[in-house]
């Protein structure tokens, strides 16, 4: 069965302490491993999509990576307005829907 | 402009109610999805229209019912409401079911509670 476990659950850090979140992914012929972002009250907002392992995307302060098994978001001197909830959602071949994690919710304190 | 809007943000309605949630994009997508979010966080995809035809309709109560009456809009009806119903329901688009690329583009949800 097709699943995406992400951890951990909570993650604390103070403002410029880097750190990785994990997704890891289970999935027949994936076709794609991306990356959103919750903030309270709205809906995810697309971050990246990786589609082979070893593929890398950056934006500012995120970087995500890819391995046959996992994905890692990490994020290099976070600053509190990165504070959020981030989602990994994973697609197969086997259907067009995305199977999501639970997300990691990160809080970046000044 | 609001590329995927959906309304009402906030629902309270008593338990044996009908209630429906309206969904619009401007984006000139293909793809629409309702998505049910719960306390867990969780995303769970309840049904997919492209181009006003349904493709993806997840074991869901038959008490929901999605419409689209052009792929622009996407309303979701749900029948004698149960307390269990009671998540944030986010309303998505994607450009087709197949190019995901680009990520799908969400709603800002609405919350709905069942008392």
């Known amino acids: 069965e097709d699943q995406v476990t992400q951890s951990p659950e909570a993650l604390r850090l103070q403002e410029g302490e880097s750190s990785s979140l994990n997704c890891s992914y289970t999935?027949?012929?994936?076709?794609?491993l991306f990356w959103y972002r919750q903030d309270p009250g709205k809906g995810p907002e697309f971050l990246f999509t990786?589609?082979?392992?070893?593929e890398e995307k950056e934006k500012e302060r995120l970087k995500a990576t890819l391995t046959k098994k996992e994905s890692f978001l990490h994020i290099t001197a976070p600053k509190p307005e990165d504070s959020a909830t981030y989602l990994c959602?994973?697609?197969?071949?086997?259907?067009?829907?995305?199977?999501w994690g639970a997300g990691t919710k990160l809080i970046i304190k000044p | 402009d609001t590329a995927v809007s959906q309304t009402p943000k906030y629902l309270v309605t008593q338990m044996g109610n009908d209630k429906s949630i309206k969904c619009e994009q401007n984006?000139?997508?293909?793809?629409m999805y309702w998505y049910k979010q719960d306390s867990k966080k969780f995303l769970k995809i309840m049904f997919s229209?492209?181009?006003?035809?349904?493709?993806i309709n997840e074991t869901v109560p038959n008490r929901f019912s999605p419409k689209s009456p052009d792929k622009a809009h996407l309303n979701l009806h749900i029948n004698s409401l149960e307390l269990g119903d009671s998540a944030v329901y986010f309303c998505?688009?994607?450009?087709?079911?197949?190019?995901?690329?680009?990520?799908?583009?969400f709603g800002s949800g609405t919350r709905l509670t069942v008392v």
């Open positions: 998505a688009s994607s450009p087709t079911q197949d190019r995901v690329t680009y990520g799908y583009t």
């Open positions: 984006l000139g997508h293909d793809t």
């Open positions: 229209y492209n181009n006003k035809e349904l493709i």
């Open positions: 999935v027949s012929g994936l076709r794609g």
């Open positions: 990786l589609y082979s392992a070893g």
């Open positions: 959602a994973a697609r197969g071949e086997s259907n067009y829907q995305l199977i």
